[in-house]
């Protein structure tokens, strides 16, 4: 059975940084492509950062320059990194693992954390 455990999700005041972790089971790990995604209420769910199977990173503007994603194989897990948070930050936060290759095709997604920017 496959799982994404998201965790590190929580109340930061305006400012602050927080960690999220995903970690991953039922999968080879090492071959997924990963991702963090979020979710505003009333809003589409976006890409936030995504590390490639080999270690390349990406981006989006809503958080480039204040987040890191990074991976950690023999864990089994990605995690984000945010720093000097914002109330637009507030979101359900999602991990997602995917793998596409001429053999086989999947992709996983965690239950989301939640993240909550306030003071």
């Known amino acids: 059975q496959v799982q994404l455990v998201e965790s590190g999700g929580g109340l930061v005041q305006p400012g602050g940084s927080l960690r999220l972790s995903c970690a991953a089971s039922?999968?080879?790990?090492?071959?997924?492509?990963a991702g963090w995604y979020r979710q505003a209420p009333g809003k589409q769910r976006e890409l936030v950062a995504a590390i490639t199977s080999g270690g390349s990173t990406n981006y989006a503007n809503s958080l480039k320059g204040r987040s890191t994603i990074s991976r950690d194989n023999a864990k089994n897990t990605v995690y984000l990194h945010m720093n000097n948070l914002r109330p637009e930050d507030t979101a359900v936060y999602y991990c997602?693992?995917?793998?596409?290759?001429?053999?086989?095709?999947?992709?996983?997604w965690g239950q989301g954390t939640q993240v909550t920017v306030s003071s």
């Open positions: 039922g999968i080879v790990f090492s071959i997924y492509n």
């Open positions: 997602n693992a995917a793998v596409s290759n001429p053999f086989f095709k999947n992709d996983f």
